[in-house]
């Protein structure tokens, strides 16, 4: 399946997951995020596929520990030996023995993989691997339209599926998701909102200026949860254009949440807001609060959770936990000089990447 960034891709392969898991039928489950780059290894995914079916089908893992005590040295083989031996005769082993329904491996996100070459290796030996498998076995796969999968993907045993955000149905399902959200926040006691807000014609409005994103809405809904007046942040979205093209309207999302934040005039809340998500942007893991405060050198005044928590629309994160990028799509945005480059909030990635490295280094020389 795949479709544009924030068009709810994500969230359906989660809900697939999670129904499949439901009914005892899931296989595996594997989501990639750009933020985790250590994750990207593709021999790395095939054992973790392996690993995770051992744990929901007896045969397979029977089928598994076959294998690995025959050959313990199947790990070092190529991509696809790894793919038939440890993935594709345990599968048709254990589906001839025991294995009953359908059995679903979902893989998030594929185009979050770092490494486009073994990105592709992966799709190629995955979808080699999984022809000669019975019906019940099936692989599930989510990805941006980009060409290297589209590439991989052009093989008669993929069926593919294109989410259409421009198709009148996305729209109302959006308009159903904002209706129930906006309704959880009218009935939250602390905010004193009239039964009729924010009315059927917002909603719709606002359905409309979302362009068929589902990241678009649920960013919305948390812009007005995490301000002190939702009604008020409600104003500042509906002040948008509604009519424009998909980039732009998440463009005026993210400038509307960013300029919310705090007074980008004032130099200090400025430079720590840049120097704070710049480090989010280039470290190889998330880092936790105290870590990002540690590696900038911030005291408990200027810590980076002051600056988190004006940003928790934008982010994941609770105190102590590592941050991460709510969606791609956000991290597009900062580091694209097209769409953001006027603005205080853009990430030269280059400059920071090597800020990040001086401050490394200088980190090792002092505590090494």
Sequence with gaps: MHGPAGSGKSTLATTIAQYFQSIYHLGAFIFFNRSERTQNSAAAVIRTIAYQLAGCDSSFHSALISALEHDNSIVRSSLQEQVSRLLTKPLALSAAQSMYGPIIIVIDALDEFDDARQQRQLVDALVKGFTDLPQNCQLFLTSRPEVQMKSVLHKSCVQKLSLDITTSSSQEDIQVY???????????????????????????????????????????????????????RLSLLCSSPSQREVASALD????????????????TFASDCLTILGVIMVARRPLADDIIDKVLKLDDRRSSRHILKHLECLLDWKLGHPVHIIHASFADYLCDKKRCGEEPWFIDIAFHNQRMVEVCLMIMKNEL
């Design 178 to 232: 904002l209706k129930q959200q906006m309704l959880l926040i009218q009935q939250d006691f602390t905010h004193d909102l009239p039964s009729s807000w924010p009315g059927e014609k917002v909603i719709s409005n606002l359905s409309t200026q979302a362009a068929g994103l589902f990241i678009w809405a649920s960013t919305a809904i948390s812009f007005l949860v995490n301000g002190h007046d939702p009604a008020e």
């Design 252 to 267: 005026d999302l993210y400038k509307t949440a960013l300029m919310s934040a705090g007074k980008w005039a004032d130099e």
